[in-house]
């Protein structure tokens, strides 16, 4: 007799793995790979850009900037990440904004734009590598302790152009000997106007010509403050070394022109905006610079060991076009002086 299994016997299922069930766990596995690939990749260095000013008007002193990393290795994108940070003129905002760079946290902080955004940097961090661009002397100011061996966590360009205020003013006075009172034009709220006004102040008494001093803080007030130098008979404008201003070189400017008053900047990037003359360093070579040196640092260099590096080229330079619709004849003397005029 032939025995039967029960009826509710049920058949054991192969603990093995069937073809779909194979073929997701081969996709899974595939996906994790490169996750687990990436994971193990080196991470990319930081550089903080902290600047005050506006990004649109200094975007060729950033690809300047870019070029200086480059020069060190390091190609934005590729083997390191670039972070900005843009105050557009209101200073008060760079704490802040140090504060995030240094959370990010990134392995550079470069500070561009005057003292407030030093000062805002070092109050941030003692640790991380500072590279600033500045117009003033960095030890007078207690930025760092010498400009052979900086010491501490900050180095970077030393532009002097906070310095040129005597001598704008004296290329001034040739260009218009019959000004009665020359005006100058400053930031109340940049810290560095005050050692300009005292400079200028000097210059002025030893040529013996009165200065009419107007303030302008933020972009409304440039209409009142030309407005108020010419009911004051100013017969020519010194415009004060300030981020703010540079950023807004294209207002100030037309404000000049439509005002005819024969003005001098600090920087190359006025005149040729439609600025009369301008006489000072060439920003392009600070910012480059600066990249320069804060692709040391990311290769190891120490910030307290890199010299403070002092730009030694200066630009002066005349826009013929517009001294020819004031009506102001250049005099042999100071064109022969010029680095270039602008037709």
């Known amino acids: 007799m032939i025995a039967r299994a029960p009826t509710d016997a049920r058949p054991v299922r192969s603990v093995g ?107 941030a961090t003692r640790t991380i590598p500072i590279v600033f661009a500045i117009g003033s002397d960095p030890v007078a100011l207690g930025y760092v302790a010498s400009l052979n061996r900086p010491g501490g966590n900050v180095t970077g360009v030393m532009q002097l152009t906070a310095m040129l205020g005597a001598k704008r003013l004296g290329v001034l006075r040739e260009l218009v000997p019959g000004a009665d009172k020359i005006a100058v034009l400053v930031n109340p709220n940049f810290p560095a106007s005050r050692s300009l006004l005292k400079d200028a102040e000097e210059a002025a008494a030893r040529i013996g010509v009165p200065l009419v001093v107007q303030n302008a803080g933020s972009e409304s007030e440039f209409e009142p403050a030309f407005g108020q130098l010419v009911a004051a008979r100013a017969g020519a404008l010194m415009v004060g070394a300030d981020p703010f201003f540079n950023s807004r070189r294209n207002q100030i400017v037309a404000l000049a022109a439509r005002h005819k008053v024969p003005a001098i900047y600090e920087f190359r990037e006025f005149a040729a905006a439609g600025g009369l003359m301008s006489y000072g360093t060439s920003l392009s070579d600070s910012y480059q610079q600066v990249g320069s040196y804060a692709g040391r640092i990311l290769k190891g260099a120490k910030p307290a060991e890199l010299p403070i590096f002092q730009t030694s080229r200066f630009e002066f330079v005349i826009n013929l076009k517009v001294a020819k619709e004031l009506g102001i004849g250049i005099p042999p003397g100071l064109s022969a002086q010029a680095d270039e005029v602008i037709e």
């Open 17 to 123: 793995l069937g073809r779909r069930e194979f073929i997701t766990l081969l996709g899974g596995a595939a996906a994790v790979a490169p996750l687990a690939a990436r994971a193990q990749q080196p991470t990319m260095p930081i550089v903080g850009f902290l600047n005050s000013a506006s990004p649109t008007p200094f975007a060729h002193l950033v690809a300047a900037f870019r070029k200086g990393l480059g020069e060190a290795g390091f190609v934005e994108g590729r083997n390191v990440a670039i972070e900005f940070r843009w105050a557009e003129g209101h200073y008060d905002r760079l704490p802040a904004f140090a504060d995030e760079l240094v959370r990010r946290p990134v392995s550079v902080l470069v500070t561009t734009g005057g003292d407030p955004v030093i000062r805002a940097a070092m109050a």
